[in-house]
């Protein structure tokens, strides 16, 4: 009989195995980068979980897997790509993104994963704080508390005519340069909560000083926390800065703490969204916008309000594009928020600000939240401006009569006081007393 042989083992191949497998964790390797995208293969990561692509000994980009495609898994690095080539390690680290959140954060300006803007370090020391997921479901709607209380913004056109309630989330729908950062700036100085975390999304670099500086200035920012993507940053890091804005809210609203949320802007988070679907191979829908987007944005919106305890409002800020307010960001993004606040280009021409269009505006809890004397003046105003806007051209070419219709009469009288009333300066603040003295002078 002939001796039986072993086959030969190829040493090579097995041996690459071994190395490639540490802590009971496979490395994978790039193969492929296309646009945006880096495919690896050899690992199976989950969705969403974070992996470190080593571009050079000791230096890595942090990336999210964000899809697959056959056996090989799709990613989205946070960083850029510079140093990324074919052959380069993956390494999966069994988590999804997460931030360090605490009260040592007010005061500071964060970039859109979540470290200080200004040294680009972690701004806590890992056992201070608590560590969050910034993928987190919204509160269980039985869990809500009821909107009882008013939050006052220190704007009286708000405060009067378009009252917020505490867990309220308000849309600030308007165009390009019609006053949506400067309303912000008010808010965050003037407004009632104990905390404001403010998300700047696809923000140029230059608006993000100035709004701290001049909008925002020294006594808002020491009670907030700003979290800053610029629009030159990868569209996962855009995507993230208000996930990491939003988990912060979340970790001060679960202390009891009552939180102004404000975005800037809704529109540029869904297109960098978009971006990312796009990349992926999704199909586009409503004008490119992706079905993952208006997904992403319900989840996204439904995670402020109320909770057990605490509560956090929202202002949200929408960059309607084209001025086309049936948009698709601009109308999903409607149907969601518990009421908009529309900023209307040609009241800003007039130079009166902040130009908000009252007739167009509209907050749903209004009504839930004022007393009958506040609910009878703010209808007449709104009754005197509807009725000087249907009759407007009539007047402007003389064509109306004096003396012909009582309410057109009224109208006209009480036109310069209502305007006055409407407008405010940017670093002026007034009490509740004082706005609803101010609604009884109008309609006595």
Not at 203 to 230: H, K, M, Y
Request: proline share 5%; net charge neutral.
């Amino acid at each position: 009989m002939s001796e039986s042989r072993l086959p030969l083992l190829d040493s090579k191949k097995y041996l690459n195995l071994v190395t490639e497998h540490r802590g009971g964790r496979l490395i994978g390797k790039i193969c492929q980068v296309i646009g945006l995208v880096v495919e690896a293969s050899g690992i199976r990561p989950f969705i969403g979980e974070i992996c470190r692509i080593e571009t050079a000994p000791g230096r890595s980009v942090p990336a999210e897997v964000v899809g697959f495609r056959a056996d090989r898994c799709l990613l989205m690095p946070y960083g850029e790509l510079k140093g990324v080539s074919p052959g380069c390690r993956v390494f999966p680290t069994g988590k999804s993104f997460t931030v360090r959140v605490g009260e040592s954060l007010l005061g500071r300006v964060l970039d859109g994963l979540g470290r200080d803007l200004a040294t680009g370090k972690a701004p806590l020391a890992s056992g201070e704080g608590e560590e969050c997921a910034v993928h987190r479901s919204p509160p269980n709607p039985m869990e809500r508390a009821p909107i009882n209380d008013i939050l006052l913004t220190g704007i009286k056109a708000i405060d009067s005519l378009l009252t917020c309630g505490r867990g309220q989330r308000l849309g600030i729908f308007a165009g390009s340069g019609v006053g949506k950062s400067t309303l912000l700036g008010m808010i965050a100085r003037h407004g009632q909560a104990d905390v404001n975390v403010i998300a700047l999304i696809g923000e140029r670099g230059r608006e993000v000083g100035d709004f701290i500086r001049r909008d925002l200035g020294p006594g808002g920012l020491n009670r907030s926390v700003v979290v800053a993507a610029t629009s030159d940053r990868p569209p996962l890091e855009r995507v993230t800065a208000g996930l990491v804005a939003k988990t912060i809210a979340e970790y001060f609203r679960d202390q009891g703490i009552h939180v102004t949320f404000m975005m800037d802007s809704v529109t540029r988070f869904c297109m960098a969204q978009r971006e990312i679907g796009l990349a992926v191979g999704e199909p586009p829908s409503a004008r490119g916008y992706t079905p993952s987007v208006f997904a992403q944005l319900g989840r996204f919106l439904e995670r402020s309000g109320t909770a057990r305890r605490g509560s956090i409002t929202g202002f949200y800020s929408v960059l309607v594009d084209g001025d086309d307010f049936n948009e698709p960001i601009t109308d999903a993004a409607r149907s969601i928020l518990d009421g908009h606040i529309i900023l209307s280009r040609e009241i800003a021409s007039q130079n009166r600000y902040p130009a908000i269009d009252i007739l167009r505006s509209n907050s749903r809890l209004m009504p839930h939240l004022i007393g009958r004397e506040q609910a009878a003046a703010a209808d007449e105003i709104r009754e005197l401006l509807a009725t000087y806007e249907s009759m407007e051209d009539l007047i402007n070419i003389g064509a109306y009569t004096a003396g012909s219709q009582k309410n057109i009469d009224r109208a006209m009288e009480k036109r310069d006081q209502i305007l006055g009333f409407l407008q405010q300066e940017r670093d002026h603040q007034y009490s509740w007393a004082e706005t609803l003295s101010l609604m009884k002078k109008i309609i006595e």
